[in-house]
C-alpha cells in the first residue's frame, strides 16, 4: 500500500497535535480543579521540597497513599504554573499532561518501528482515538494531580516492554529461558515507578506479576521478568508500610494515617450492586474509548464477538480478554467502595479515574494489531483503519455532548463557572463575587505574587 508511509506520518502529526494543543484551544487555556487551588499554594509556600513532597496530609487531604512520585510531580507543575503567572500567562494545562502526552505519542511511535508496513497506519490511528476520546480531552486540560496522567505513558511502555520480552523480540534466543538482569531490572523499575504514582499503578503492577506468574507456569520461562516484577511488588510494600512512613515522620514530623488504605470489604462483599456498578464503569470506560456508541449497543456487540470467540478457534484471545475485564472490574469496585462518586456522579465517570485503564486498552490493542495485521489482506486492514477514523470522528462529534452531560452533574458544573469567573478576574484585576471561597483565596494568593496582576487590581 503506497500510501501507508505518508497517512502513517500525518496521523503521527495529527496525533501530536491533539495531544498537545486541542486541550488548551478546547478549555480555552486549560482548567484548574477545586483542591488544587489550594494544592498550588501549598507547594510554592516557604517550605523546603523533601518538606512539600514527604506530607500526605497536606498533599492528600489527610490521607495517605504512598505516592510520593506523583507530589513531586504535582511540585513541578506548581513551579511552572508560577513561572507563567509571574510572566503574566495565566495557562491551567498542566505541564506534566503535556509531557504524559509527549511520552505517550513517542513511547507507541518507538514500539511501531517493530511492526510490519501494513500494521503501522491501524496502530497509530488506535492511539489517535486514545488522543480524541473525551476522557483524554477533560483530564489532560485539568490542573488537578499527575499521578494518573502520567501512568499513561508508563502503564503502555510497560505493557510493550513486557510483551516484547516474553514474545523474546529483545533477546537472544538462547537466553529465553535463562536470566537476563537487564530485564528483570527494568521491570522492577517500570511496576516501581508506576506504583510510587498512585496506588492504581501498584495494583497494575501486582496485577502484571501475578499474569507473569500464570505465563510462567503455563508457558515455562522467563524466570527474570517474574523476578523483577515480585521484587518491585515486595518493595513497594515495604515503602508503604516502612520507608515512606518512617520518611514522613523523619522530615514533617508525623506519622500518616493508614486508615484510608482500609478498604472497606464489608461493603463490598454484602452489596453485589458494587460488583455490577464496577462492570457497568468498565464498558462504558471503553466505549467512551472506542467512538461514543451506546454503552448497551456496545456491550451487546462485545459480548457477542466474546461469545463467537468462545465457539472457534479464538479461546485464548476471549479468555485473555475476560481476564483484562475480570481484573479492571475487581479494581474499579475497589475504587467506588473507596469513593462512591466515582460510579455516583456521572462527570466522574468521564474524567481522570477512567484514563490508566483506556490506555491499557489502547495499549492491548495497539499490540494486537502489531500481531495479528500483517497476516490479513489488504482490503481488511483497509477495513480496519476505516473503522478506527471513523471512531476517532465519533470522539470528536461526542465532545459537546459529554461536556453538557458534566455540565448538569454534581462536580463539574462549579469547576467550569468558578474557572470562568477567576479568568476573567486575572484579565482585568477585578474579583468576581461569585468566585467561591477557594478561588476568591486563589485569586488574592496571584495578586500579591504576580506584579502584572497586582498592577491591574490597583488600577480596577
Not at 504535582?74 to 513551579?79: C, E, G, I, N, P
Not at 499527575?146 to 514474545?167: C, D, E, H, Q
Request: with cysteine; net charge positive; aromatic share 12%.
Amino acid at each position: 500500500m503506497p500510501f501507508v508511509r505518508p497517512a502513517h506520518a500525518a496521523v503521527l502529526l495529527l496525533a501530536v497535535v491533539v495531544a498537545l494543543a486541542v486541550p488548551m484551544w478546547y478549555w480555552e487555556g486549560g482548567l484548574i480543579e477545586i483542591e488544587s487551588t489550594q494544592f498550588v499554594r501549598q507547594y510554592l509556600d516557604d517550605r523546603s521540597a523533601p518538606q512539600k513532597v514527604f506530607d500526605p496530609h497536606g498533599n492528600d487531604l489527610g490521607t495517605y497513599q504512598a505516592r510520593e512520585l506523583s507530589y513531586f510531580v504535582d511540585y513541578l507543575d506548581a513551579r511552572i504554573f508560577e513561572v507563567l503567572m509571574l510572566a503574566d500567562r495565566p495557562v491551567f494545562v498542566p505541564a506534566s499532561a503535556l509531557l504524559a502526552s509527549a511520552l505517550t505519542i513517542l513511547v507507541t511511535f518507538v514500539a511501531m518501528r517493530r511492526f510490519p508496513p501494513a500494521a503501522k497506519l491501524p496502530a497509530a490511528l488506535v492511539l489517535l482515538v486514545f488522543l480524541t476520546n473525551y476522557v483524554h480531552l477533560v483530564t489532560m486540560g485539568m490542573l488537578y494531580r499527575s499521578a494518573k496522567p502520567m501512568l499513561v505513558p508508563l502503564l503502555i511502555g510497560t505493557l510493550f516492554y513486557v510483551l516484547a520480552i516474553l514474545r523474546g523480540r529483545r533477546i537472544p534466543r538462547a537466553a529465553k529461558d535463562g536470566w537476563r538482569p537487564t530485564a528483570a531490572l527494568t521491570v522492577f523499575v517500570l511496576f516501581s515507578v508506576i506504583s510510587l504514582l498512585d496506588r492504581q499503578g501498584f495494583f497494575y503492577a501486582v496485577a502484571g506479576t501475578i499474569v507473569l506468574g500464570i505465563h510462567g507456569v503455563l508457558v515455562g520461562g522467563r524466570r527474570d521478568v517474574l523476578a523483577g516484577g515480585v521484587a518491585a511488588v515486595c518493595a513497594m510494600t515495604l515503602y508503604n508500610l516502612m520507608l515512606a512512613p518512617f520518611l514522613v515522620e523523619t522530615i514533617n514530623g508525623y506519622s500518616p494515617s493508614f486508615e484510608y488504605q482500609r478498604l472497606p470489604w464489608r461493603n463490598i462483599f454484602n452489596d453485589p450492586l458494587i460488583i455490577q456498578h464496577a462492570f457497568e464503569l468498565v464498558v462504558q470506560s471503553a466505549a467512551v474509548l472506542l467512538g461514543g456508541p451506546s454503552v448497551r449497543v456496545f456491550g451487546l456487540v462485545c459480548a457477542a464477538a466474546l461469545l463467537w470467540m468462545l465457539f472457534s478457534r479464538r479461546k485464548g484471545i476471549a479468555a485473555a480478554i475476560i481476564a483484562v475485564i475480570a481484573v479492571q472490574t475487581a479494581l474499579v469496585a475497589l475504587l467506588i467502595a473507596r469513593h462512591p462518586p466515582i460510579y455516583d456522579w456521572y462527570d466522574h465517570r468521564l474524567w481522570y479515574y477512567p484514563l490508566p485503564f483506556q490506555a491499557l486498552l489502547a495499549g492491548l490493542l495497539i499490540a494486537a494489531i502489531g500481531r495479528v495485521v500483517p497476516t490479513w489482506s489488504t482490503a481488511r486492514t483497509v477495513v480496519l483503519s476505516v473503522v478506527l477514523v471513523a471512531m476517532a470522528i465519533g470522539n470528536v462529534v461526542h465532545w459537546k455532548d459529554y461536556r453538557r452531560a458534566q455540565l448538569r452533574s454534581h462536580w463539574f458544573p462549579s469547576v467550569y463557572t468558578q474557572n470562568a469567573a477567576l479568568k476573567s478576574s486575572f484579565a482585568d484585576g477585578r474579583p468576581r463575587p461569585s468566585l467561591s471561597p477557594e478561588f476568591f483565596a486563589f485569586f488574592e494568593f496571584w495578586r500579591m505574587r504576580s506584579p502584572a496582576l497586582r498592577e491591574r487590581a490597583e488600577r480596577a
